[in-house]
T-cell receptor, first 110, second 113 residues
Framework: QKEVEQDPGPLSVPEGAIVSLNCTYSNSAFQYFMWYRQYSRKGPELLMYTYSSGNKEDGRFTAQVDKSSKYISLFIRDSQPSDSATYLCAMRDNTDKLIFGTGTRLQVFP | EAGVVQSPRYKIIEKKQPVAFWCNPISGHNTLYWYLQNLGQGPELLIRYENEEAVDDSQLPKDRFSAERLKGVDSTLKIQPAELGDSAVYLC???????????FGAGTRLSVL
């Protein structure tokens, strides 16, 4: 079993939809949680960074962490075609090593 | 401010040939990482440098892979000889320290024929 599990998708939604992306993890040592966005043939770029359980909002993006359930989510409101990309969850363990999920490919069509 | 720069962007070689990738991190970033990203997978750490010292190379296949970061700035990752299974994207990232946010380059896409 992988330390971080993420549904690979692909996920296809119409413009304006609310998108929910999720990851589960097994390592209780994970303390920092991140979401990266990766466009085709580009490197990952950091979208959201959270430490504690709860919600963190940044514009149309909301990151949610539930440490008791070992579950994290990223919500995208009013999705746009420009949001079409692969979304990678990532977690940092107590050695500061970053562990990534497999990524979920999202397609937002007009 | 320039981001992490990698070259080449694409490389096609025949199996058993050597290949090298170059990375220039963000200015002032002491920590440099090399990741391997297979198709449909997330990045996996190969090696981490703190300045010029390799502090985590446990996932680097040392029989064919080598890396260096002379003078603690630019870094080179080498594969010799390359195998078909090495076809992947090789990503470089950098951060101020190991606990800080990592910034990624665009990667080098390697195809081994």
């Amino acid at each position: 079993q992988k330390e971080v599990e993420q549904d690979p998708g692909p996920l296809s939604v119409p413009e304006g939809a609310i998108v929910s992306l999720n990851c589960t993890y097994s390592n209780s040592a994970f303390q920092y949680f991140m979401w990266y966005r990766q466009y085709s043939r580009k490197g990952p770029e950091l979208l959201m960074y959270t430490y504690s359980s709860g919600n963190k909002e940044d514009g149309r993006f909301t990151a949610q962490v539930d440490k008791s359930s070992k579950y994290i989510s990223l919500f995208i409101r009013d999705s746009q075609p420009s949001d079409s990309a692969t979304y990678l969850c990532a977690m940092r363990d107590n050695t500061d090593k970053l562990i990534f999920g497999t990524g979920t490919r999202l397609q937002v069509f007009p | 401010e320039a981001g992490v720069v990698q070259s080449p962007r694409y490389k096609i070689i025949e199996k058993k040939q050597p290949v090298a990738f170059w990375c220039n991190p963000i200015s002032g970033h002491n920590t440099l990482y090399w990741y391997l990203q297979n198709l449909g997978q997330g990045p996996e750490l190969l090696i981490r440098y703190e300045n010029e010292e390799a502090v985590d190379d446990s996932q680097l296949p040392k029989d064919r892979f080598s890396a260096e970061r002379l003078k603690g700035v630019d870094s080179t990752l080498k594969i010799q000889p390359a195998e078909l299974g090495d076809s992947a994207v090789y990503l470089c990232a950098s951060s101020f320290s190991q606990a800080d946010i990592q910034y990624f380059g665009a990667g080098t896409r390697l195809s081994v024929l």
